[in-house]
């Protein structure tokens, strides 16, 4: 992500951000919400849940790893029209960390694209490029385990 003069990032200068709780990023095209033991653990807690109930009403394996399952429309589990995501504050880091997520930031373009998909990410106030790196860290790690 380095520029070719070495002086950082195309974003050095940070990035805008403001999650209109559109929900576009939770609804929509099937896909993956990956989650660690720990996050299942958190979750399983919230809804006072054990946690193999918790895997067998909202967890399924692939492969080596765990998502949280889709609605039949492939709504996240856990999105509620009206409401949002019903467990926002042990949201899994996947959800915590987009935009910033790495493929995101590999290029202006990317990040139009990105921009285009979500209007949480065309405005909202500036967020640094400790802060988008940091974020961008997480979410590899999280694509990663
Ligand atoms: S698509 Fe963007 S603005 Fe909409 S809920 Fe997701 S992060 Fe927020
Ligand atoms: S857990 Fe919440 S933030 Fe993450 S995809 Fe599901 S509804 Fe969206």
């Given at each position: ?94 959800c915590r ?8 930031l590999e ?39």
């Open positions: 992500m380095e520029d070719v003069e070495g002086s950082g990032p195309w974003y050095a200068a940070g990035l805008q951000f403001a999650c209109s709780r559109c929900g576009k990023c939770c609804t929509g095209a099937p896909g993956f919400v990956w989650v660690t033991v720990e996050e299942m653990e958190r979750l399983a807690e919230r809804l006072r849940l054990s946690f193999p109930e918790f895997t067998r009403q909202y967890v399924r394996q692939v492969g080596d790893r765990y998502s949280l399952i889709e609605k039949p429309n492939y709504d996240c589990i856990f999105w509620e029209s009206g409401s949002g995501c019903t467990v926002y504050e042990d949201r899994p880091v996947q960390t987009w935009p910033f997520w790495p493929a995101h290029s202006p373009a990317a990040w139009g694209r990105t921009q285009e998909f979500c209007p949480g990410a065309r405005g909202g106030p500036v967020i640094s490029l400790e802060e988008v790196e940091a974020q961008a860290r997480r979410a590899a790690i999280a694509f990663e385990e």
